[in-house]
């Protein structure tokens, strides 16, 4: 699987604690998320994809149209 998590973070340089205020998480879960040590549910997919502008597909590789 390929979650771009990370690559969209960086792109809009938010740090892992940024993210993780800005989405109500713990910051240990977004690294677990960006190591692919944990798979999201669909609901925190969607979650990252209204929060950066893209698809799901598009969050999981699936697609390159953001």
Do not use: P
């Not at 910051?27 to 997919?45: G, K, M, V, W």
């Amino acid at each position: 699987m390929n979650f771009r998590l990370k690559q969209l973070r960086k792109e809009r340089k938010i740090s892992q604690l940024q993210l993780a205020f800005d989405l109500n998480m713990n910051q240990n879960t977004i690294s677990r998320y960006e190591n692919l040590e944990r798979q999201a549910d669909y609901d925190t997919l969607i979650r990252f994809a209204d929060y950066f502008g893209v698809s799901v597909d598009y969050l999981l590789g699936r697609t390159e149209n953001r």
